[in-house]
C-alpha cells in the first residue's frame, strides 16, 4: 500500500491539508510503505511556484518525509494524453461546445435534468451531434472532451470495484462498487489542456 498528499499550489498550506498529509504519511508508516507527495498543478492560470516552494517547505516542518522526486502533474502531460488516446480509441469521448451559461439554462429549461449526488448533470447536449458537425465545430470552435459515461460503463467488462478502508463491520474494509454514469459525462479534457482534474487524478493514482 502507498498512501499520497496531492496539494495544488494555488495558496498555502491550511489545517486541513496539514491534517490530510499527517493522516497519509501516519498511514503509511504504520504499513511500513511508502508517502508520496504529488503538486498538481495542470492549473496553470492559478498555480505558483512560491505556493509549490511553501508548500513542501511546511511539510518538512511538520517532519513528514516522502519519496523523492515529487510528482507535478504539468511535466507529465504525456501521460494524460495517451490515456485520451485510449479513451478515443474505445468510443467513449465527445467533443462538447457548450459553455457554463448555456449548460445552467439548458438545465433550467428541462424538468427532466438528470441528476446526481451532487446535483444536475450536464444535459448531454452535444452527446448526439453527428460526426460531421462535429469535426466541422472542432476546427473553429472551443470545446471541451467528455467522457461518455453511460457507453463508457457499457465497454467495462466486469464491475468496477474497490475497497474502502474503514468502512465495513468492525473497521475492515467495506467493498463498493462504482456507478459509471453516477455524476453524467465529466470533462477530461480542454481543447487548450489535454487533461481535466478528473482524468490526471485517476491516472496519477493508478501509476
Given amino acids: 500500500m502507498k498512501t499520497r498528499f496531492a496539494p495544488s499550489p494555488t495558496g498555502y498550506l491550511h489545517l486541513g491539508h496539514a491534517f490530510a498529509a499527517l ?7 504504520a504499513a511500513g510503505s511508502g508517502f508520496v507527495v504529488r503538486i498538481e498543478d495542470i492549473d496553470r492560470g492559478r498555480c505558483r511556484p512560491e505556493y509549490e516552494a511553501a508548500i513542501l517547505e511546511d511539510l518538512a516542518w511538520l517532519g513528514l518525509e516522502w519519496e523523492r522526486p515529487v510528482r507535478r502533474q504539468s511535466a507529465h502531460f504525456d501521460d494524460y494524453t ?7 480509441a474505445m468510443g467513449v469521448l465527445y467533443p462538447c461546445f457548450c459553455t457554463r451559461k448555456e449548460i445552467a439554462a439548458e438545465v433550467a429549461r428541462a424538468v427532466d ?3 446526481g449526488p451532487e446535483g444536475p448533470h450536464y444535459p448531454g447536449t452535444c452527446r448526439g451531434l453527428s460526426r460531421r458537425e462535429r469535426t466541422t465545430r472542432m476546427n473553429g470552435e472551443p470545446y471541451a472532451l467528455r467522457l461518455d459515461a453511460a457507453k463508457a460503463g457499457e465497454r467495462l467488462r466486469h464491475p468496477v470495484c474497490f475497497d474502502e478502508m474503514g468502512r465495513g463491520p468492525a473497521g475492515e474494509h467495506g467493498r463498493r462498487e462504482v456507478v459509471p ?9 480542454r481543447k487548450d489542456l489535454p487533461a481535466s482534474y478528473h482524468l490526471a487524478v485517476v491516472v496519477d493514482d493508478a501509476l
Avoid at 493522516?23 to 508508516?29: C, I, M, V
Avoid at 495517451?82 to 478515443?88: I, P, S, T, V
Wanted: glycine residues 8%.
Fill in 23 to 29: 493522516t497519509a504519511h501516519q498511514t503509511a508508516r
Fill in 82 to 88: 495517451d490515456a485520451l488516446g485510449r479513451l478515443e
Fill in 113 to 115: 435534468a438528470p441528476h
Fill in 181 to 189: 454514469d453516477l455524476f453524467g459525462d465529466i470533462v477530461v479534457a
